[in-house]
């Protein structure tokens, strides 16, 4: 066989498969290296086991209400974290026979080592030598190995690791990283999650559904910093009537480790300082890319804060090379990578019409009890801008199927340019908004007005219809409030 390709990607994440599967229809010889789990972070530690975990969070919510709908259970309700990790490592398990299954229908050939750029063209493959943090996943059958492989285009798609703070590096036992929060041997009594971001936020949400004491520090003014004001204050007040702690602009300034605990101390924004005591920590201080030994220094590709720089059709500054995904930068999302992976591989291939990507158009879902969605700018920055801005709320309490569903906290926030009618920004917190969130995100890229979506038909009864009242209240003329 010939080692010779049109592409060769370099990781199998939600970035290097999907850009693998697309040359593949478009008729490229394609390989993809990968030396720890097909299918990446993403399916195998990150957005979908996580999601596995969230979904017996919010059984147990329902389950612990069970009361509010009729219904009387007998007995308590007990987690099982032997068999909530089980069917959780069972779906990540799934999704990475997925993508082995799309390479082989795809003809895509999977190269098993650790890749290296020696010159424009040229990859070579070696014996995994780094340190792996996870056990390696399985190796497919068929792959190739070792050796020196040759393509027109190299893709960077290796993605990013858990950041460590100095003095407070995780060390798997009592200071994790969201992979020992995703498969813990036993349920924890207490936990202190340092981060307040998509991440810390979710195993908070997870971890006190399952009837855990947990803290939240977050350095910043908000619970997650990049949402909208005044949604992430509606969602830390849902959070703290669960009864988790928040500790808002506050910094883990210190951390000591017990014999089976850890006492952490915490600057205050008023200068004060508080010890914390938990029995597991989680550091979610956010991800560095994965940009070490592969080879871009000695090729010359040029890096900016850590990640490669590209422009909007995954370039870098050296012809033939490219990079998409988390080490490409933020923002830092698995959907970004796919799609950043398609623009990429066709303007390789030519086509017409490809359009560069579009950050401001990329959703941001957050999976925690209430949920929170964005797209967009927010209201401060919109005004930052110099926008003269229309907004519109509408609460989740005055929606039929919302109330009915016994989901009445929410809200839906949009915003709108007062001179042009184009939608800005919208956000959401409440029930199911991660699957709502994309109505707007089609919208804003159709550059649909405030007319067209007051004009839209929406089912009835439905939670979506807080949307269309959200544009109606920006311009005065909701109807249900």
């Not at 925690?368 to 003269?388: F, H, I, M, W, Y």
């Amino acid at each position: 066989m010939s080692n010779a390709y049109d592409v060769i990607i370099i990781g199998s994440g939600p970035g290097g498969y999907i850009a693998a599967i697309r040359a593949a229809q478009l008729g490229m010889k394609v390989a993809v290296v990968e030396r720890e789990h097909l299918a990446g972070i993403c399916s195998n530690w990150g957005c979908i086991p996580t999601k596995a975990l969230l979904r017996t969070a919010e059984v147990m919510h329902s389950a612990s209400h069970a009361k509010d709908y009729g219904l009387t259970l007998e007995g308590s309700i007990k987690p099982d974290i032997q068999a909530i990790v089980a069917r959780s490592r069972g779906i990540a398990h799934r999704m990475n026979n997925g993508v082995g299954f799309l390479f082989k229908k795809n003809k895509v050939d999977i190269i098993w080592g650790e890749a290296k750029i020696t010159k424009p063209g040229e990859v070579v493959v070696g014996k995994i030598s780094k340190p792996i943090v996870q056990p390696q996943g399985p190796v497919p059958k068929n792959t190739l190995g070792e050796g020196t492989y040759t393509a027109k285009h190299i893709i960077v798609a290796t993605g990013a690791r858990p950041r460590a703070l100095p003095g407070i590096e995780p060390d798997g036992k009592l200071i994790w990283t969201y992979f020992e929060a995703m498969k813990p041997e036993e349920m924890p009594k207490s936990l202190l999650v340092m981060g307040s971001g998509a991440i810390g936020i979710e195993f908070a949400s997870f971890y006190r559904t399952m009837g855990v004491d947990v803290t939240v520090v977050e350095i910043m003014k908000q619970v997650m910093p990049v949402e909208d004001a005044e949604i992430s204050a509606l969602a830390k007040k849902q959070f703290e009537r669960q009864g988790m702690k928040i500790l808002l602009e506050a910094k883990v300034a210190k951390v000591e480790k017990g014999a089976d605990s850890v006492t952490a101390t915490i600057e205050l924004k008023d200068g004060k300082t508080q010890q914390i005591t938990a029995d597991r920590m989680i550091a979610a201080v956010g991800v560095q890319a994965n940009i070490e030994g592969i080879g871009l220094e000695a090729v010359g590709v040029k890096t900016d804060r850590g990640f490669i720089a590209i422009d909007g059709y995954g370039k870098t500054n050296v012809p033939g090379i490219y990079a998409i995904g988390d080490v490409a930068g933020p923002p830092l999302l698995a959907h970004k990578a796919e799609h950043e992976a398609v623009i990429c591989i066709e303007k390789i291939a030519g086509l017409p019409n490809v359009h560069p990507m579009d950050k401001a158009k990329i959703p941001g879902c957050t999976y925690c009890n209430p949920q929170v969605a964005s797209v967009g700018l927010t209201e401060a920055k919109a005004k930052e801008q110099g926008r003269d801005v229309h907004v519109g709320r509408f609460p989740f309490v005055a929606n039929g199927k919302a109330i009915a569903l016994g989901e009445d906290q929410g809200l839906v926030k949009t915003i709108f340019d007062k001179e042009t009618g184009e939608l800005l920004g919208a956000h959401m917190v409440g029930a199911e908004v991660t699957e709502l969130i994309q109505g707007f995100v089609v919208a804003m890229n159709l550059e649909t007005t405030e007319e067209d979506l007051m004009h839209t038909i929406f089912p009835h009864p439905t939670i979506s219809e807080t949307m269309k009242e959200s544009v109606l209240d920006a311009y005065g003329r909701a109807l249900n409030a």
